[in-house]
């Protein structure tokens, strides 16, 4: 099926059960549920299908990048520079995963780091790479509701995460009370690029399914206008090609295919299946031109 051609998988008569369906609200120990469906796989799932030194998930970018840990360290260095990041930056990863991430930027920036996860192999996982490359960082097993800290942050980031917050604007209103005055707030996310598209179809039902139906996909003029309405300044957005991230999903199906015995072992072959076509169709999805790769950089005023 061409990438163009996913407007046209929703069939006249179909759709999906009202549990199916994306902006769907649930409370913090139903999502901490629901998106554990996802994430608490044994680690080496995500090891082998992302690659690299960092385990990035998510989109990254390949202009002069050879191997996956390269294109890993690109993004992240993007996203270092959208949070003007300096020696001893206190930052916040929303949504930290196995902290790859937060490690690399600790250790390449000398920044200072909290990771929140809902998923206790990944804390379990990240904590063991944080005493490995002896950065300063911890990681919280909580939800970004109900983290508190007394400390302010310089930056909070977050890679393809916000699309799972329903109440996306409670959290930008959460992230600016965690900033210093002049602090940084740096998503990148999915767009889509009319919120007509804001469907679900047979195609995207499958993606929406494998993170518990937690998507909340948006258009880039809907969080823009949330960022304003919590009182963040909207400082610079950045527009990523989306043949980046189909060259990233190529790499992991590579990966799968690679390394599909030990992941099998891991989580079985039914899964391995089940995800191999998650990640065609996520790169169905990613080079459509329903969508667009947006970094968004606010800033809380002085």
């Not at 369906?21 to 901490?32: I, N």
């Not at 840990?69 to 260095?77: F, G, I, M, N, R």
């Not at 009370?177 to 767009?191: A, D, T, W």
């Amino acid at each position: 099926m061409s990438p163009h051609t996913l407007e046209h998988t929703r069939k006249p008569g179909w759709k999906p059960a009202p549990d199916q369906e994306m902006y769907q609200s649930f409370t913090v120990d139903e999502d901490r549920e629901r998106t554990n469906q996802h994430y608490e796989q044994p680690p080496v799932f995500f090891q082998r299908i992302t690659g690299g030194e960092w385990n990035v998930y998510s989109c990254n970018l390949w202009d002069s990048a050879t191997n996956d840990t390269e294109s890993q360290e690109a993004k992240l260095d993007l996203m270092a520079r959208c949070m003007d990041l300096k020696p001893g930056a206190r930052i916040l990863d929303v949504g930290c995963g196995w902290g790859g991430p937060l490690t690399y930027l600790c250790k390449r920036y000398g920044a200072r780091g909290v990771g929140l996860t809902l998923s206790p192999k990944q804390k379990a996982f990240a904590e063991a790479r944080i005493a490995r490359h002896g950065v300063d960082a911890r990681i919280v097993e909580s939800h970004w509701h109900d983290y508190q800290d007394d400390e302010p942050f310089d930056a909070i980031y977050t890679d393809e995460v916000i699309v799972h917050f329903n109440d996306l604007g409670g959290f930008f209103g959460k992230s600016l009370s965690l900033l210093r005055p002049g602090g940084r707030m740096v998503n990148k996310e999915l767009h889509f690029t009319n919120a007509a598209h804001a469907v679900i179809n047979r195609a995207t039902l499958p993606i929406n399914e494998i993170y518990g139906f937690t998507g909340n996909y948006r258009t880039l003029a809907q969080e823009l206008a949330m960022m304003d309405d919590a009182g963040f300044d909207v400082e610079e957005v950045v527009t990523i090609p989306r043949w980046q991230y189909a060259k990233t999903l190529a790499r992991w199906q590579g990966n799968m295919h690679e390394h599909r015995a030990e992941i099998e072992e891991a989580v079985g072959t039914d899964y391995y299946l089940k995800f191999r076509r998650y990640l065609k169709l996520a790169a169905m999805m990613v080079t459509s031109p329903l969508f667009t790769v947006n970094v968004v950089v606010g800033r809380k005023p002085e």
